[in-house]
């Protein structure tokens, strides 16, 4: 298991072990603070003739709550979540086959969106798919005082004003999706933007660190 602290003022305490699951191509536990998503990766594997897509991968994302059935909040994420992947997963060099991304929540303290995400890359990452970039996930708020804090935990989430998820690329910083609740000028959205985009290096540093020790462990 492999930790790693950001500012305070940015971001919680993550960490991230790998291939905990030995039935899926690749897997992966993220937790950020004390939300804990469990990722699991199947695929390039045989689709459904009713799925198939001639020239490209098929790719399916779900999303399980901790408990009961997924709602409309779940599939939502889902979505978001499948958009991020099909911006950078290479899925035309597995055409007629499916990809799946399984998401269990362990534990929703704040910030599930960007640590099903985060959970998401690592997964990808360990079943060793071809990817343009890596991504990264990572929410912000808005407080009442006007200010811009990362990483929220849930009761920050619903104090604040307005709630923000961008899933962002390693090579350029590019946005791939946002998510936003609440009320804010567009001034606001493009420093919240900014910000996230400078703060998802702590991230990526954290995947390249966790990636070297998995191999040099594997390497002893």
Same mark, same amino acid.
């Given at each position: 298991?492999?930790?790693?602290?950001?500012?305070?003022?940015?971001?919680?305490?993550?960490?991230?072990?790998?291939?905990?699951?030995?039935?899926?191509?690749?897997?992966?536990?993220?937790?950020?603070?004390?939300?804990?998503?469990?990722?699991?990766?199947?695929?390039?594997?045989?689709?459904?003739?009713?799925?198939?897509?001639?020239?490209?991968?098929?790719?399916?994302?779900?999303?399980?709550?901790?408990?009961?059935?997924?709602?409309?909040?779940?599939?939502?994420?889902?979505?978001?979540?499948?958009?991020?992947?099909?911006?950078?997963?290479?899925?035309?060099?597995?055409?007629?086959?499916?990809?799946?991304?399984?998401?269990?929540?362990?534990?929703?303290?704040?910030?599930?969106?960007?640590?099903?995400?985060?959970?998401?890359?690592?997964?990808?990452?360990?079943?060793?798919?071809?990817?343009?970039?890596?991504?990264?996930?990572?929410?912000?708020?808005?407080?009442?005082?006007?200010?811009? +804090?990362?990483?929220?935990?849930?009761?920050?989430? &619903?104090? @604040?004003?307005?709630? *923000?998820? /961008?899933?962002?690329? #390693? %090579?350029?910083?590019?946005?791939?999706?946002?998510?936003?609740?609440?009320?804010?000028?567009?001034?606001? +959205?493009?420093?919240?933007?900014?910000?996230?985009? &400078?703060? @998802?290096?702590?991230? *990526?540093? /954290?995947?390249?660190? #966790? %990636?070297?020790?998995?191999?040099?462990?594997?390497?002893?």
């Amino acid at each position: 298991m492999e930790e790693a602290g950001g500012e305070t003022q940015l971001l919680r305490p993550f960490c991230c072990e790998h291939s905990l699951l030995s039935r899926p191509d690749g897997s992966a536990c993220f937790t950020q603070g004390d939300t804990t998503v469990l990722a699991a990766v199947y695929g390039p594997a045989e689709v459904k003739v009713s799925k198939e897509i001639f020239d490209k991968a098929t790719l399916d994302v779900l999303l399980k709550p901790k408990v009961g059935l997924p709602s409309v909040a779940e599939k939502s994420k889902e979505q978001m979540i499948r958009n991020t992947c099909e911006a950078t997963i290479l899925t035309a060099l597995h055409p007629r086959s499916s990809i799946t991304v399984v998401l269990q929540v362990i534990h929703d303290a704040g910030s599930l969106l960007s640590c099903c995400l985060n959970a998401a890359c690592m997964a990808l990452m360990d079943a060793g798919l071809p990817m343009k970039s890596v991504f990264c996930g990572i929410t912000c708020v808005i407080d009442s005082g006007g200010d811009i +804090l990362f990483d929220p935990t849930t009761k920050m989430e &619903k104090e @604040a004003a307005a709630v *923000f998820t /961008f899933s962002i690329n #390693s %090579v350029e910083k590019q946005l791939l999706m946002s998510s936003t609740k609440g009320s804010y000028s567009v001034e606001e +959205l493009q420093q919240c933007v900014a910000m996230c985009q &400078k703060a @998802a290096e702590k991230i *990526f540093q /954290f995947y390249r660190d #966790s %990636v070297s020790r998995k191999y040099s462990k594997l390497s002893e």
